[in-house]
């Protein structure tokens, strides 16, 4: 067993984070720092706080952290630049906040002198993967405790045992029965795993459902919004400027009431099994559909192509934790001097889960040009003829394999 000092903990104040905690401190002796992230999952941080110091925490070892403006600025945003969609569903609202809690467990590690890492992550999961990537990539020495990977405490009944024995404060959820979901929530999106959806024949139940009312259930009137964007990012909705946290959680209190957003999928995870999981990303769907349409008029035709060809593979490195890696890094450059143009307004009608884009325009940089594209009298703008020739040279090669091997050999 490695000889450690000092660790930084990623720390909810859940079940799973305070049997760690304690664990840690009985397994490995070692003084304990604990970080809990403010990513705008929704949930009072603070009882973390008295958790934490009731388990024997110092005060200056605790680390409660608002990161929800860096998450949407420098994780959701770039993201979105590239249109990412992971296996054609998949908007990554899990995979994309954890680049950003590895690299505040580094920052904290650095800060207070810790030799090591924990995280919560079970062993079968990708989180454990994109946590230790990430900190391996920032900090190449760091040392890395996965207790699901060392303990043996590998039941809900276990761990409920082992806080009791501990004197560790069990929630009354805990003492019956918990959640019948492992959920997941940041600003970008709250998932649902486990239990029930285990079987990925049985429907997800309605009640199941936080931010999102079934499309049934959504007004009869459609919600026509506006969105600006500048660079390729989202910086206002219905003319009024808000920071990029603010504008996220106004899309997804719009989308939510509208029914958009909802996800049942079953994905290859980066381990190997295939998981079944339900996802709600209201603010993203919105934000994805829009942001494509500023695109239509504002992008070239073949580097918006080139985007589209690259996507899976940036979406795959986030999926699978590279998000600190070196071609992650200069897919992003690329991408990002893909937006330099990417500037004007679009305008969605949402409705009975549904995004309907009805207009968009940029007056700086849009490519659609009227007078070529008309159905009427375009003054010459554009000569049919030449249209000729291009589809002459284009077919040439299939005429020549025509009449050599016959047309459908």
């Not at 600003?187 to 931010?211: D, F």
């Not at 909705?237 to 009431?257: P, S, V, Y």
């Amino acid at each position: 067993m490695a000889d450690i000092k000092k660790v930084v903990l990623a720390y909810s104040g859940g079940l799973d984070t305070s049997v760690i905690l304690r664990w840690l401190q009985e397994t490995y002796g070692c003084e304990v720092v604990t970080f809990t992230a403010d990513i705008g999952q929704g949930e009072e941080l603070e009882p973390a706080r008295a958790k934490a110091l009731k388990l024997g925490i110092k005060q200056q070892n605790i680390y409660i952290d608002d990161l929800r403006e860096e998450f949407v600025r420098d994780f959701v945003f770039p993201m979105f630049r590239a249109n990412t969609v992971y296996e054609g569903e998949y908007l990554l609202g899990t995979s994309i906040a954890r680049p950003l809690i590895a690299k505040r467990l580094v920052e904290i590690a650095n800060e207070t002198g810790a030799d090591a890492v924990s995280h919560g992550a079970t062993g079968k999961g990708n989180d454990q993967v994109r946590f230790e990537l990430g900190a391996y990539a920032l900090k190449p020495g760091i040392k890395i405790i996965a207790p699901w990977r060392e303990w043996d405490l590998l039941s809900r009944e276990k761990l409920l045992a082992y806080a009791e024995q501990h004197g560790i404060p069990i929630d009354m959820k805990h003492k019956q029965g918990g959640s019948p979901y492992s959920m997941d929530a940041n600003l970008l999106h709250i998932s649902y795993e486990g239990r029930h959806l285990e079987n990925p024949a049985a429907e997800a139940e309605e009640s199941m459902w936080r931010w999102t009312v079934s499309p049934e259930a959504a007004p009869d009137a459609a919600e026509y919004v506006e969105l600006e964007f500048e660079r390729g990012d989202l910086v206002a909705i219905n003319g009024k400027r808000m920071a990029a946290h603010e504008l996220l959680a106004e899309l997804n209190r719009l989308g939510g009431k509208h029914g958009i957003g909802r996800l049942d999928l079953v994905e290859n995870r980066y381990v190997g099994m295939k998981s079944r999981g339900c996802y709600e990303t209201p603010g993203g769907a919105i934000l994805l559909r829009a942001h494509r349409a500023i695109e239509s008029i504002t992008l070239d035709r073949e580097v918006a192509h080139l985007k589209d060809d690259l996507m899976p593979r940036y979406a795959s490195l986030i999926y699978n934790g590279y998000w600190w890696s070196l071609e992650r890094r200069a897919l992003q450059t690329l991408i990002d001097e893909t937006q330099r143009h990417v500037n004007g307004w679009v305008r969605v009608k949402l409705y009975k889960g549904n995004v309907i884009v009805t207009g968009r325009d940029s007056k700086t940089d849009s490519l659609f040009d009227a007078t070529i594209a008309t159905f009427e009298d375009d003054a010459g703008a554009y000569d049919q003829k030449d249209a000729g020739g291009f589809i002459k040279l284009n077919a040439l090669r299939m005429r020549i394999a025509a009449r050599k091997r016959g047309p459908l050999a």
